[in-house]
């Protein structure tokens, strides 16, 4: 078998140095390009034209999806690399894509890319684009998500509308739902309810905290380039650099 070309993904610079030093340790496989976000990597898959990608979904502002719909055909084959989000594990199984579960150890990364190498071997390096396209349909509409959330209140156990949410922030393995004049608490992690929520109508802004776009009031510059979030409820909340990918979708909705 000739040399797998392969291109990496990731916005977490160790996450990235892991799978890099994985792939330096097969010599079966060339890195042709790295990147450490959405943008870059559109760039560099076009200008290297991996055989494979390995692709992070989690990525601010410009995730693993919209990178695959930013690429023409063909495309490379493309092995995921996710968080747990059950909407997309699901969609990658009924639809034959590989994928890894972050965390994950040398041999169950060394388990992927073999498989990857015998599909190359019997398809070529291309993957399915019919396949793609229904994968791709299938997440988009499992991530516009719930309409409401199930929280408790005492012994009450009662909805909460996504509309009525002014923002989230995480608390250790807790959430605070903030709504109006009510605050509650749930179990679970920010990054899990970012995938849940509709992502036209919230926005995460920093590592603890994700705002309803129509919550916002206004935006005040701050220091290295960085946003006050003005809700309309009266809370001020950072948006920090990272994050700052959908300034301009906010803009357009203020």
Same mark, same amino acid.
């Given at each position: 078998?000739t040399? %797998?070309r392969?291109? *990496?993904?990731?916005?977490e610079?160790?996450a990235?140095?892991k799978v890099?030093?994985? /792939?330096?340790?097969?010599s !079966?496989v060339? *890195?042709?390009?790295e ?7 559109v760039?560099?898959? =076009?200008?290297?034209?991996p055989?494979? #990608?390995? #692709?992070?979904v989690?990525?601010?502002d ?8 930013q690429?023409a055909?063909? /495309? ?5 690399? $996710? ?5 997309a ?12 579960l972050?965390?994950?150890?040398q041999p169950?990364?060394q388990?992927?890319?073999?498989y990857?190498?015998?599909q ?8 399915? !684009?019919?396949g793609? =396209?229904?994968?791709?349909? !299938? ?20 909805? *909460? $509308? ?9 608390e250790r393995?807790?959430? /605070? ?5 009510k $605050? ?5 992690? #920010?990054?899990a309810?970012e995938?849940? %929520? ?9 590592r ?5 776009v129509?919550? *916002?009031?206004? #935006?005040?510059k ?6 006050k ?5 009266g809370?001020?909340? =950072?948006?920090?650099? =990272?994050? /700052?990918?959908r ?6 909705k203020l």
């Amino acid at each position: 078998m000739t040399t %797998l070309r392969v291109f *990496v993904v990731d916005d977490e610079a160790p996450a990235r140095r892991k799978v890099l030093r994985f /792939l330096a340790s097969d010599s !079966e496989v060339e *890195v042709v390009g790295e990147a450490a976000n959405g943008r870059d990597a559109v760039t560099g898959i =076009r200008r290297t034209h991996p055989d494979l #990608l390995l #692709l992070d979904v989690q990525m601010p502002d410009f995730d693993g999806f919209e990178v695959v719909k930013q690429l023409a055909p063909p /495309l490379p084959r493309i092995v995921f690399v $996710t968080a747990f989000d059950e909407y997309a594990i699901r969609a990658f199984d009924v639809h034959a894509f590989g994928y890894l579960l972050k965390p994950f150890d040398q041999p169950r990364f060394q388990k992927v890319l073999d498989y990857a190498k015998e599909q190359a071997r019997a398809h070529g390096n291309s993957s399915s !684009e019919e396949g793609l =396209r229904k994968l791709l349909a !299938e997440v988009e509409v499992a991530r516009r998500g719930p309409t409401r959330l199930a929280v408790e209140d005492g012994e009450r156990i009662f909805f *909460v $509308t996504a509309g009525d949410i002014d923002w989230i922030e995480s608390e250790r393995n807790y959430l /605070l739902i903030h709504a109006g004049a009510k $605050t509650y608490t749930i179990r679970g992690t #920010l990054d899990a309810m970012e995938e849940r %929520l509709d992502r036209a109508e919230f926005v995460r802004i920093n590592r603890s905290a994700m705002v309803r776009v129509d919550a *916002v009031r206004e #935006l005040q510059k701050w220091f290295h380039g960085e946003y006050k979030v003005m809700l309309k409820s009266g809370a001020s909340l =950072r948006w920090t650099r =990272r994050y /700052l990918g959908r300034q301009a979708q906010i803009l357009q909705k203020l």
